[in-house]
């Protein structure tokens, strides 16, 4: 299996890649030169049959990558990519979002859809959300809308070609970007088993699992007391 990873040299990237790297070919795709190097060196150090890379800002378009794939052909995508994760809405100048924009969403759609139109078969994808894709939290709505949006995307390809693959990860923890760590390697353990599971969603970290939960008891709640107020209304107008 060919795996092209987007986002290799970001510290889940490269855990992810090392997690597909046993028995298959690995393309690594990452903003980073030097620990883009380091990923394809852990890559092949766990069984990589070959592993190549490129360099890429997508925030000025996916062409380097899909220059790099030639005519190559991509049995899975990962994206792990996201220029705008950690950043919070105030920290974004009104001139950044188009680049945001564009390394996370609009390159995206054009690589997949060249990848698409060129190869007998569609590749299978995992995307790297968040579960603020759900639920939004104040003050990261340029991050969620953007991973919302991926989903919507992908979830109408699949929608609209038989048999295309898609694992949406949303991750619902907070996992240092600057240095490894066990969360990490235990997101890349946990997206690996998924995909061999064929799921088509996965809800990592026990934060994320409340949080999403609660979001989906609110309608219950207000429900709950919006019906408590008609009956306390009916009863105190029974007393009249």
């Known amino acids: ?11 889940v990237g490269k855990a992810l890649a090392e997690a597909f790297a046993p028995g298959n070919s690995l393309v690594l795709a990452g903003r980073d030169p030097g620990r883009l ?16 890379r490129v360099s890429a800002d997508l925030s000025s378009g996916a062409r380097p990558v899909i220059e790099a794939v030639g005519g190559l052909q991509i049995d ?19 001139s950044r979002l188009p ?9 995206k759609v054009e690589l997949l859809e060249h990848l698409l139109a060129a190869q007998r078969a569609a590749p299978a994808v995992i995307l790297v959300s968040s579960v603020l894709a759900v639920v939004q939290s104040p003050g990261r709505s340029a991050y969620s809308s953007l ?52 799921r088509k969603v996965l809800l990592f970290g026990l934060e994320g699992r409340l949080f999403v939960g609660l979001f989906y008891l609110q309608p219950l709640v207000f429900r709950a007391v919006a019906h408590l107020q008609r009956t306390l209304r009916g009863v105190r107008a029974g007393r009249r």
Do not use: H, N, W
């Open 1 to 11: 299996m060919r795996v092209l990873v987007l986002g290799a040299s970001s510290v």
């Open 37 to 52: 190097a380091a990923a394809e060196d852990a890559c092949r150090r766990a069984g990589a049959v070959d592993a190549a």
């Open 76 to 94: 899975l995508l990962i994206d792990a990519a996201s220029a705008a994760s950690g950043m919070r809405d105030t920290e974004i100048e009104p």
């Open 99 to 107: 680049g945001l924009v564009a390394a996370d969403f609009l390159s």
């Open 147 to 198: 991973k919302r949006l991926s989903e919507l995307y992908l979830q109408r390809v699949r929608e609209s070609r038989a048999g295309f693959r898609l694992l949406v990860v949303r991750v619902g923890t907070v996992i240092d970007t600057e240095k490894g760590s066990d969360k990490a390697r235990k997101l890349a353990g946990a997206v690996s088993r998924a995909y061999a599971g064929d």
